[in-house]
């Protein structure tokens, strides 16, 4: 953890060098803040943040190789004494913002985030609180909100997948779950959107944020 008086050390995880160098000359500006490293790679951020003394991970959530932004922080967050991790990326779907929140994820901000906006997200975030884009923030609230017709996390996953193409049979393999509990969530999805079709759930899903495009 960080002192009053210690800089917030950062590690820097995007597969885009341009989004880095970018990040880079942005958060250098801030006095009290010091790039550790900056990588290419989920797997490279994972093993970073366990060999180096950081504060926080800039996490994106897609990357070009196997491991993706959520393995890598539910995998940085589950270390005793971890760094926190604060998700920057484009994407503000629910699966997306649920994945990365339950895989550990101290704050989430979207990449257009104005630069004062991300410098104090990550002072938030090193100080071990949550730093949550406005926008993201009213998503979840909305969730609580109406609980009913909010899908869960497992459902949102789900849905995305049918929005990926993938069949029941592929879904089930997937996530490891029966082709029977696929159907079953497939029904409660429906229900909650009020549609009667796998392409009315993905464009109801699509028009409401819920899923990626």
Do not use: W
């Amino acid at each position: 953890m960080t002192t009053t008086d210690a800089p917030v050390r950062l590690l820097l995880a995007d597969d885009h060098p341009v989004v880095r160098a970018g990040l880079r000359a942005v958060l250098e500006t801030e006095p009290d803040f010091t790039i550790a490293a900056d990588v290419p790679t989920a797997e490279a951020a994972v093993d970073l943040a366990g060999r180096l003394e950081v504060d926080v991970v800039l996490m994106d959530l897609q990357f070009g190789g196997r491991m993706l932004g959520v393995q890598a922080t539910a995998e940085i967050t589950a270390r005793p004494g971890a760094p926190r991790v604060l998700v920057l990326t484009t994407y503000d779907s629910d699966a997306d913002i649920l994945a990365a929140i339950e895989a550990g994820a101290t704050g989430y901000l979207l990449k257009d985030a104005p630069p004062e906006e991300l410098a104090a997200a990550v002072r938030t975030a090193a100080a071990g609180k949550s730093a949550l884009a406005p926008t993201i923030a009213l998503r979840l609230m909305d969730r609580m909100r109406t609980p009913a017709t909010a899908l869960s996390r497992r459902e949102t996953e789900v849905l995305q997948l049918v929005a990926d193409g993938l069949s029941n049979a592929k879904i089930s393999k997937q996530l490891f779950l029966s082709q029977a509990t696929v159907k079953s969530h497939l029904v409660h999805i429906y229900a909650k959107l009020g549609v009667d079709s796998r392409t009315s759930a993905v464009a109801a899903a699509t028009a409401r944020g819920l899923i990626r495009r």
